[in-house]
């Protein structure tokens, strides 16, 4: 059964870098033919797909976000990160990682994490 | 970008009524759409992709319809762990995106 965790910082302060893992176990990252990404939500909010990452190392970021975002793949430790740098109070949210697979017409996210909360604030 | 549209936003419904949520996407967008529940505190459960075929292990009440700009999500008759949020969204083109959600809630 495929699961993913996500891990790091709960608290940042504003101005600094957001950096989060998510540990897959279950599968190979590696495997080919998924994407593994990251959504958002902020409290009581909606969500907000942040970007995602190709087995074969290829990136996509959601414009509004993509000149902060860098999203990087571990296959040694089969995980794979986000960062967001220069965060604000507008960054605190539930971040969640998830796996996006091929469901014959499209690609779409199957897996979830349980999400981390990180909150901005000095 | 497309904006996908939800509503209602909140809908209050008793156990087995016939609950009906609409998406509108502002283009075009096939049947490249997926459905979510989501309780709080809790990720996103994947309910229905391709607009209209139910995930493995999702029970039947649950539907889908729709292509183009429109779908909709309905549940034939509501059970006591339905009641929930639930989003859709689109994998037609990036920038990926949600709708604002639909919080079902107990009459």
């Known amino acids: 059964q495929l699961q993913l965790q996500e891990s790091g910082p709960g608290l940042v302060k504003p101005s600094e870098t957001l950096s989060l893992t998510c540990a897959v176990s279950g599968a190979s990252i590696s495997r080919s033919g998924y994407y593994w990404g990251w959504i958002r939500q902020p409290p009581g909010k909606g969500l907000e797909w942040i970007g995602n990452?190709?087995?074969?190392?290829?990136?996509n970021y959601n414009p509004s976000l993509k000149s902060r975002v860098t999203i990087s793949v571990d296959r040694s430790k089969n995980q794979f990160s986000l960062k967001v740098n220069s965060v604000t109070a507008a960054d605190t949210a539930m971040y969640h990682c998830?796996?996006?697979?091929?469901?014959?017409?499209?690609?779409?996210?199957?897996?979830w994490g349980q999400g981390t909360l990180v909150t901005v604030s000095s | 970008d497309i904006q996908l549209t939800q509503s209602p936003s909140f809908l209050s419904a008793s156990v087995g009524d016939r609950v009906t949520i609409t998406c509108r996407a502002s283009?075009?967008?096939?049947?490249?759409l997926a459905w979510y529940q989501q309780k709080p505190g809790k990720a996103p459960k994947f309910l229905i992709y391709?607009?209209?075929t139910l995930q493995s292990g999702v029970p039947s009440r649950f539907s889908g319809s729709g292509s183009g700009t429109e779908f909709t999500l309905t549940i034939s008759s509501l059970q006591p762990e339905d009641f929930a949020s639930y989003y859709c969204q689109q994998v037609n083109s990036y920038p990926l995106t949600f709708g604002g959600g639909t919080k079902v809630d107990i009459k």
């Open positions: 283009q075009g967008i096939s049947t490249y």
């Open positions: 990452i190709y087995y074969s190392g290829s990136t």
């Open positions: 391709t607009a209209s």
């Open positions: 998830a796996r996006r697979a091929n469901y014959g017409s499209g690609d779409y996210f199957d897996y």
